[in-house]
């Protein structure tokens, strides 16, 4: 990984908020993902963390986000949004957050470094492929990843195979 970015001070609030969310889910039982949507004025307006150990594997906190915006957000308000999230979005999600409009996103780690650390585990292969957000949606504004969160989201997701 060399093309890393480098966060403003509130951007980087934001991204610890996710990656705190995420070991918050890791601790429930579920995977080690959060995300917080921000609004034009710089507000938090919604932060969800992955819920899928019930069974429900859509429940990634992307997606909440994204179906969320559908009934409390306007498109201006959607388009001028920025949601923050610990790991890149998956296909699904990327998907969820371009039909919905929703504004830039910013991640902690890429779904490359994602891939890299759940193969280092001997994880079983995702289901879908690890294709990355601009890939899905091409016209998508996104920054990451950021290498400062490196180390310890690779400690959380190493931390679900091992533990
Ligand atoms: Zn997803």
Redo the contacts with the bound molecule.
Sequence with gaps: MSDFYDPTPQERTHLRRCVDLAREALDDGDEPFGSVLVDADGKVRFEDRNRVRHGDQTR?P??EIARWSATALTAEERAGSTVYTSGE??P??SAAHAWMGLGRIVYAASSEQLQSWLAECGAPPAPVAALSITTIAPRQAVSGPVAEFADELRALHLRRFTT
């Design positions: 990634h992307e997606f979005h998956c699904m999600c």
